[in-house]
């Protein structure tokens, strides 16, 4: 007879993703029955369900931690609690940038916010799996709600291009995922992340070659969501033609939800033979700094530009993975919160100043808004410097837990090659400061209007990057 | 002493987030505002400075900054001889500056900025030299290297000076990579990043042997930030700020925070002979070469620049020959009289309508006589005259490179000469002679208001006596005195000293040489004084009027020619060389020919995203390929 | 039906899998690309299935179904993707889809 | 030769055969119909792995459903026949097969040597767990999270599809699609 074992607790585990997913059906269901609802409302109580998930997630903390779920599906730790607030706090502040845009340009909510609630489901799905199916059910939902978001702008053929982009290589980067899976199967007998683990460390010294490889294509696959060279051509293109606030959320909550999943398999499940693939992730980190920060200098598209910054991003995070110890979760983890406010605060300022239709995007459009727009220019210069790495800014801390982190296991060239990197960067993200401060508008660039919700949106990144970056103590604390 | 320090700098903070938030709205009260904060923080400084001077010093921890797990930042303060100097200097001097800005940025659109700027630089400042671990270093460290390029670029609408704050923040950053590598690299040897911690378990860095390796990274971000050889482009480009910037960052404190640094961290450099002697050796370089590119600039405040650069290069002879004392308290009273002979420049600005081309001004003596009467002190004090601050000061450090290695002295004191050469040629030229001045600017020459004079005169004061604190002991044996100030700053540089073991001279050796550092300051003055006050004079009205001692000075003038063209001339083809060629070729030209290269590689790079999706996707599978690949055969 | 080596069926997916990924890099229809994806999910499924029997484990047949799901998934979205675009710029081909360079 | 092994190969030649027609064929219509063949041939080889049911729902949704989707787009579209990647990316159909043996031979041969042992072939066995009973006990107790992760993941494509293909724009204003084409014209003459 089939036995059940699920019992109350097991849906209190998944209990964030359940409220987002609950809210995200009344929402489509609502959209349909109630047509003359206005759009807004819909945002609002989609934000609402993500405050309810917030606050949902902190119940996680009281049920018993560290164990499995769900027959071994999913498995709740700090870690779990962590990446749910992250993800949730995005997707927050990202729908708030959407009700902003969608005065700049149409936007129906009714699609919109469903579909941003179950990608933060899929992201939260990546944070706690404990299977290497949840992780590709929920990779996958994430991917699917992002190709649409990208393709958002259905009637503008640089959405729609980056949509296809994005769909279609990030199928086949599916593909190498999968595939990775299956060898891992194969080799384990479970796609099990706990026994996974048992096996990798058991057999550390003698493992085959399929073994390697299906850890391998599980690299590339999340390391094409993650964009780390040579998986990140989409990069460019995707951020570049998809809406502003669906590039924030991309940029930030699919990274986030990427380096998750690497966190969940490659440094807790088979980290115990990690010295296999260091020195692989030791290089591709060292190209993906270094690819995305010199092609970032030459670029004038500020979307462009911050989508080059992210893969260089990307490589610094991969030194926190590379380090391998166990300050690498703590210290990837800060950086991923820091790295959501700089970007989410950028992508706010470009929002606002690209105006309809996304036309003012290029650097030279910030010119003069030093003047013009004080606080806006003030939060894209702390954007900027916390990018660049700056103190007392949340970047600087957290480079700072990253190069730590990969001094500590001895990767003193890796620390280097990262050092001399933020270096480059400076020099790119310093352009837009002299853009704002230095440089006189020579065209009157009509913005968009600062609304609340966004205005909101800045307020938070600037709190968030300053709290960070002068009391970081508490926060990684709280962190893992 | 807890329960007040935590004000030196939270005073000048409040001051920049007031008038960085009501700036606008302030207007001219902006001024006060920053200036009273900077000197509540300078009574503070004091009342610290007089209980150190009583013995009490102070390190420990205000509160706990960052704890998480393994690692631990507090926020905590050391307050002793060392420091104590430096918060003196930095809140003193930064006072007067500040009031004088009052007066000189009086009239600006958006002197709330100005101030919020100059304010958060203060605090930079002090936090830099107040902290008591690495990470308050380095945040104060990238503080003031942001406001320095914040204030640089000030006038924004000049494209000149946006480029040079560029400039310099982006040379700047060089030189911090290398300090950043090297914080890292005591962090993760030692574990700790408190200096006491850190001077405690020297050990470890030598038996890791990283020793030398940590101590030049650190050097190297000393020579970004105090613009030594080959990073100290930056600064004469620097220029391009309002003038009391440059006075408070460019001459009297953000350029010596390397040295500060570097005497900081004397017991770690007193380990590595090599980092001690390549400071030496960059020291003297600049020292010598920034001073041979001031001798014919015509820009009163790129002389300045360079003669600030040649002077941290004296400062750094001094650090790095293991005269620690001697190179901070050239550090000091620099500090006295750079800041004076800048704010003296822009009263002279201030008073020509902005002019800065020495060829166009002279005369100017009697016009405005306290800003030429202060000025004279100043370049009197640089040039080394006994007794005012600059001589002692020198001539101590010059001794102690004597000890060191004579070559080493030999080429400080060529330095010397020059100094005092082309600080008199700017004087000379500048309020003497007959006057080059533009007619029409001439008519509205004027003194400066009170409140830029009085700071200049409280400057002059310093800069005349502020060298007695530190009279060499063999003199001060003459009637039983004692080196105060070397007295003063002897525990903090106990332990290196006794690790270097310094050679002493004889006496008479050490009154030679002082007499030779009188003697050499006084020639280039005399140099000077031919070729610029002599030449002025013109020769047919003097030989209409003394007959009989035309000839006499007719041939004078030969003697005037043949310096010129057997000496001089080569020195200023020289220099000239040095200036447009090396300078501005060879070093600027690297820096930009290396971003060129990464601009190029750049644009390159970036044609591999085509657009075709076929080509990422074989990119991507070319990369599987190659990832396999790695563990098949690995 | 026992004498078929596993890896027969193995090496089967992977030569499907390298067939599909051709298809990628050389066809230009945005369409036919797709087709080729769908060719490599297959191989996966192949793969699946063949160490699901050599291991004895349902696993990999619950890992195939939900392949499957995410395939119709994608071909839908990919699918409404693509008629969009045509509907916009009248051509499916990948090659004439490169506004986004650089 | 055993029936199973002469089953064994036809399939796997029908599927690889199918495979090259997908990649080769410059007409879309060919192409899906040679995938449908590929098709055909894996629900074969899925039987001979024992896994029956799997094998039916592969025929119904990849066959059937799938494949009618891509068939109709197709037609909808008008798809003209391809010619190939013109100029200097011609080389990518060479490129390609360099690539293909590549990774062929990582995969397929040094990914799969642990198999190759002369003694201990593993043989495909004779299982039960592929019967519908053994799948959907499975589904509905150890892997009912999966499924039900499933169904929003179903949801999601289903609004993201309709979104994207839904004709009017927002609550019936012709007008507004007009006005976002204008915007869309002048943008691309700013370009």
Known sequence: MVTINIGSSDFAAILPILVVCAFGIYLMVQGVLAPRIHKLTLAYIGLAGIMIAMVSNFYLLGIETDRAYFEGMVFVDKLTVTLNFIFLLTAALCLLLMTSYSEQEEIEFIEFTPLILFATAGMMLMGCAESLMIIFLGLETMSIALYVMAGFRRFNRFSLEAALKYLLLGAFATGFLLYGMALIYGTVGTTNLTQISAYYSENALNLNVMALFGVALLVIGFGFKVALVPF???????????????????????????????????????????????????????????????????????????????????????????????????????????????????????????????????????????KSQPMLALVMTVCMFSLAGFPPTGGFMGKLYLFKAAMESGYTWLVIFGALNTLISVYYYIRVVVAMYFQDSKESVKMAAVLPGVGLVLLVTLLGIFYLGIFPGTTLSLLY | ??????????????????????????????????????????????????????????????????????????????????????????????????????????????????????????FSMLMLVMGNNLLLLYLGWEGVGLCSYLLIGYFYDKPSAAKAGLKAFLVNRVGDFGFAIGIFIIFTTIGTITYSGIFENVERLVSAGVVTTASLLLFMGACGKSA??????????????????????????????????????SFLFSYSETAMLVIVIIGTFTALFAATMALVNNDIKRVLAYSTISQLGYMFIGVGVGAYAAGVFHLMTHAFFKALLFLGAGAVMHSLA?????????????????????????????????????FFSKDEILANAYAYHPLVWFFGAVGAFITAFYMSRLVFLTFFGESRVDPEVEKHIHESPRVMTIPLMVLAFLAVVGGLVGIPQFVADLWGGSNHFHHFLEPVFAAANERLHLAHLSHALEYGLMLASVLIALGGIYLAYLMYIKKAIDPDALAAKYKGAYTTLYNKYYVDEGIDAGLLNPIVVMSRWLWHFVDERIIDGLVNVSAKIVMLISLLVRRVQTGYVQHYASVMVIGVILVLGYYLFS | MLSIPVHYFLILGAILFGLGVVGVITRRNAIVIFMSIELMLNAVNLTFLAFSNYLNNVEGHIFVFMIMVVAAAEVAVGLAIIVAIFRLRETVHVDDIRLLKW | MALESILFWLFAMLAVGGGVGVVVHPNPVKSALFLVVTFFALAGEYVLLMAHFVAIVHIAVYAGAIMV????????????????????????????????????????????????????????????????????????????????????????????????????????????AARVKEALHEKEEAH
């Open chain 1, 232 to 370: 990140h051509m989409w990069t460019p293109d995707v951020y570049q033609g998809a809406p502003i606030p669906v590039t924030a959320y991309m940029a930030v909550g699919a990274k986030a939800a990427g380096f998750a999943a690497v966190l969940r398999v490659l440094v807790l499940a088979t980290g115990q033979a990690a010295f296999e693939w260091s020195q692989l992730l030791w290089l591709l980190a060292v190209i993906t700094m270094t690819v995305g920060n010199i092609i970032a200098l030459v670029q004038s598209d500020i979307k462009r530009m911050l989508a080059y910054s992210s893969i260089a991003h990307a490589g610094y995070i991969m030194i926190g993975i590379v380090a391998g110890n166990e300050t690498t979760v703590s210290a990837v983890l800060f950086y991923l919160v820091v790295y959501m406010f700089m970007n989410i605060g950028a992508f706010a300022v470009a929002g606002i100043v690209s105006g309809k239709n996304e036309q003012h995007v290029d650097i030279k459009h910030f010119a003069g808004l030093g």
């Open chain 2, 1 to 122: 002493m807890e329960d007040f320090i935590w004000l030196i700098p939270l005073m000048p903070l409040l001051g920049a987030i007031i008038n960085g938030l009501f700036g606008h709205v302030l207007k001219g009260k902006a001024g006060l505002i920053a200036s009273i904060a900077v000197l509540i923080s300078f009574l503070y400084s004091v009342k610290a400075f007089l209980m150190v001077l009583d013995g009490v010093t102070f390190d420990g921890d205000l509160f706990t900054w960052i704890a998480a797990g393994s690692f631990q930042a507090n926020f905590g303060l050391r307050i002793d001889q060392l420091s104590s100097v430096m918060m003196l200097v930095v809140s003193g001097v930064g006072f007067l500056i500040h009031v004088y800005a009052n007066g000189y940025m009086h009239g600006d659109r958006s002197v709330g900025r100005f101030f919020a700027y100059m304010n958060l630089f203060v």
């Open chain 2, 228 to 265: 030594q050889f080959p990073l100290y482009i930056w600064l004469p480009d620097a220029m391009e700020g309002p003038t009391p910037v440059s006075a408070l960052i460019h001459a009297a404190t953000m350029v010596t925070a390397g040295v500060y640094m570097v005497a900081r961290f």
């Open chain 2, 354 to 390: 902005d002019e800065t081309n020495i060829q166009k001004m002279g005369a100017l003596y009697g016009k405005i006589k306290i800003t030429a009467l202060t000025f004279i002190m100043a370049w009197l004090a640089i040039s080394g005259i006994p007794p005012f601050s600059g």
């Open chain 4, 69 to 176: 989707l891509f068939l109709f787009v197709i037609m909808l579209l008008n798809v003209q026949e391809e010619s190939r990647l013109a100029g200097v990316w011609g080389f990518m159909r060479y490129f390609s097969v360099v690539l293909f043996v590549a990774l062929f031979v990582q995969l397929g041969y040094f990914g799969y040597q642990g198999f190759f042992g002369a003694e201990n072939v593993p043989l495909v066995r004779e299982t039960e767990i592929g019967t519908v009973e053994q799948i959907g006990t499975a589904l509905f107790s150890q892997y009912v999270l999966p499924f039900e992760i499933a169904s929003i993941l179903l949801l999601t494509a289903m609004i993201g599809a309709l979104y994207l293909s839904k004709q009017k724009l927002g609550l019936g204003e012709p007008a507004r």
